[in-house]
Structures are given as structure tokens and as C-alpha cells.
């Protein structure tokens, strides 16, 4: 029987590492397709278990079905736990035999004492969230808060698989059978369960390292908004009807003159949050070098995207920034038919040709407004 069972776990961790590539992307899902893939997943596991069990008796077999049953149930709650329990009941019915009915009074108490216990996660993880912890005393504190939740889930999956197999003793010489298969299969169960969420927790950490250095690479990390390589990439994806905008800070070597580079950079996180505060949740703003930002409205006519950039222009001449009266030029172009490399070669010249004027103010570009020849000679004085 030993030697059944484990044959049993190697299944088990072989599919736990299959489960854990269904995690794609942080934050996980907790609904759509991938999380019923995910659910299927686990039944499908189940199934596959009772498939290689350990025969106590006729008709009764030993297995570690219930671990991924006691995983669903302890991550995503009952009803989910129902989805995965179903199919591997059902198909416990069809095997038959006397043990079905020990399977489904297992399955029963698995879930009602598993469903205790995650009420009883949920609200120590609630208790426990901490204020961000400050050095050098942040790492520890969160190596100590890890462990507790690892301890937590432990004893959570200990108890919730305690009451499979009890209803062995109900079988004829269903002591023996107890006494043979009970302790074996909590062990294994135990063992299968801290393999299962080791090898998912340790793929969903990959997932948030993954998801942190990208969101890292593609912020700019002086004013905490988007840099000029997501600048790049999101031009890619520019409709007809979007628009961008050059914005530039008028003098600002003087402001870094007189000042110094610290008051400069203030003046920098300033003005992108200014920015950033202007704009709806789907506009995005750049800082995409120097004292030069960006920013591409998404579905706006020339007059809203000429008035919202003038709303911008306002707001950070109205506002003072390190004790300086800081005010800036923009440039705008509506994408329309024109590819990515025009717009910038437009808005570029229409930004050059607000510091012209005088700074502190907004043009547009209009298509025609200017000769190939000016518009080459205006980018040759903006080098």
C-alpha cells in the first residue's frame, strides 16, 4: 500500500508543477477563463489520483484526492471547492463500491471543517495586514509575518484534512481499514500539500518579481511616472482619433542655476504630478527626458486635446513650485492618418514653435501649416 501511495504523491507533484504554469500573471485571477481552467485543473488532479490509488478492499481504495480538494478550498474558497469536488464525487460514483460513500461523507466534512478554517484565514490576514515597516527592522518583521501565514496554512490544511477516511469506520471491519490506510494518507496529504503550495506560492513570487522589475523598467524613477521607453511602446498603439503632447519647462537650466539640481528635481516631480492629476484614467503621462514630458490623450478632438493641454498649462503656471514661478510650452498633434515617427516630427515642431512665440503658451499643429522646407529648418534650430 506504501509503495501504491507514493506512487500516488510522485503524480501528485508531477501535476502540482503543471498547475502552477496556469499562474500567468500577478495579480492572479479570481475570475474569467484561467480560473476555471485552473479549478478544472485541480478536479482533473483528483481524478487523476483515484486513478493509481492503494486497494484496501474491494471497493474501497486509498488516495490523495483530497489534497487538491483541501487546496482549492483553503485558496479560493467553498464555492470553488464545490467545482472541484463535483466532478471528482461523480466520478468516484462511478468506480462503486462501499468506499463512494465513505468519499462523499469525507468530502462533506473536509468541506464544512475546511470552510471554518478559511473564514478563519481571511480574518487573521485581515488582523494581520501591518504599516509598511521601516529599516532596519522591514525584513525581519516581514520574514516573521511569512512564517506565521505559512503556520496558519498548516494548521488550516492539517485540520481540514483530518476528518478524511473517518467514515472508514462505518465500513465492515472498518477498524482495520482505519487503522491500515488513516495515518499514511494524512501524512502523504500533509507532505502532497506543502509540495502543492510551495511549488504555487514559489511560482506566483516568480510572477510578482516579474511583474515589479517590468513595471520598474518602464517608470521614470525621479517623478514616478511613465518613462520614454513606455513612451515608445504606447506610440505603437496610437489611434486616429488620440493625440500627443510635447510639454517643456520654460527655463529650467536657470532654475537649476540659481537653485541647485535637489530644487530642480522637486520642481520635476512637481510638474509630472501636476501632470498626472490632470488627466483621465485612460491619458497617460511621460517624463521622456530631462525637463521634457509627454503626454497622448486617447479618443479626443483637436479642440478638447488644445484644451486640455492648456488646462495643463495653466494648472502648473498657477501653482508654485519650489518658490519659482514655473511655467511651460506645448506642442499638440492629433494622430489621424499620420504614423507614429510624423506625430512626433509634428508635435516636436509645434512644441519649438510655442518657445518661439515666447513660451508659456500652447500651439497646435495643423496640417499644411507649415512647408517641408520650414518644418525641416525649424527641427534643425530645435537641435
Not at 481524478?47 to 481504495?61: D, E, K, T
Not at 509575518?145 to 478524511?164: C, E
Request: proline share 4%; hydrophobic share 45%; net charge positive.
Amino acid at each position: 500500500m506504501l509503495t501504491t501511495l507514493f506512487l500516488n504523491f510522485c503524480v501528485l507533484a508531477t501535476c502540482s508543477y503543471l498547475l502552477s504554469l496556469t499562474y500567468r500573471s500577478w495579480p492572479t485571477e479570481r475570475s474569467g477563463l484561467w480560473y476555471v481552467l485552473r479549478l478544472a485543473a485541480l478536479a482533473t488532479i483528483g481524478i487523476l489520483l483515484m486513478s493509481f490509488p492503494a486497494a484496501l478492499a474491494p471497493g474501497v481504495i486509498a488516495d490523495l484526492r483530497a489534497v487538491p480538494f483541501v487546496f482549492a478550498l483553503l485558496r479560493y474558497g467553498p464555492v470553488a471547492a464545490v467545482g472541484v469536488a463535483l466532478p471528482m464525487a461523480l466520478y468516484r460514483l462511478e468506480l462503486g463500491g462501499p468506499g463512494a460513500l465513505v468519499s462523499l461523507i469525507s468530502f462533506g466534512a473536509m468541506w464544512l471543517v475546511g470552510t471554518a478554517a478559511w473564514f478563519w484565514l481571511r480574518s487573521r490576514a485581515q488582523r494581520s495586514v501591518p504599516r509598511p515597516p521601516q529599516a532596519p527592522w522591514g525584513e525581519s518583521l516581514r520574514q516573521r509575518l511569512t512564517s506565521r501565514v505559512a503556520l496558519r496554512r498548516g494548521l488550516a490544511t492539517l485540520f481540514t484534512l483530518a476528518p478524511n477516511g473517518v467514515a472508514l469506520l462505518l465500513l465492515p471491519g472498518g477498524q482495520g481499514l482505519f487503522s491500515r490506510a488513516y495515518f499514511p494518507v494524512l501524512a502523504l496529504g500533509l507532505f502532497g500539500s506543502a509540495i502543492l503550495s510551495s511549488i504555487v506560492s514559489g511560482r506566483i513570487r516568480h510572477l510578482q518579481v516579474m511583474q515589479r522589475w517590468q513595471t520598474q523598467a518602464l517608470l521614470d524613477p525621479l517623478t514616478g511616472i511613465a518613462n520614454r521607453r513606455q513612451f515608445d511602446h504606447d506610440l505603437l498603439s496610437l489611434a486616429p482619433d488620440d493625440a500627443v503632447v510635447l510639454i517643456d519647462i520654460d527655463h529650467f537650466k536657470r532654475v537649476n542655476d540659481t537653485h541647485g539640481h535637489a530644487v530642480g528635481d522637486l520642481v520635476l516631480r512637481d510638474v509630472a504630478q501636476t501632470l498626472y492629476g490632470q488627466l483621465r484614467s485612460h491619458d497617460q503621462a511621460y517624463r521622456i527626458g530631462g525637463e521634457e514630458f509627454a503626454v497622448i490623450l486617447r479618443g479626443v478632438t483637436e479642440e478638447h486635446g488644445r484644451g486640455v493641454a492648456e488646462r495643463l498649462r495653466r494648472t502648473v503656471a498657477g501653482r508654485p513650485m519650489a518658490g519659482e514661478h514655473i511655467t511651460v510650452s506645448l506642442g499638440v498633434s492629433l494622430v489621424g492618418e499620420s504614423a507614429a515617427q510624423d506625430v512626433l516630427e509634428q508635435v516636436d515642431v509645434a512644441l519649438y514653435r510655442a518657445k518661439q512665440r515666447g513660451r508659456n503658451r500652447t500651439c497646435v499643429w495643423k496640417a499644411g501649416q507649415l512647408t517641408l522646407l520650414e518644418t525641416a529648418r525649424t527641427l534643425a534650430g530645435s537641435g
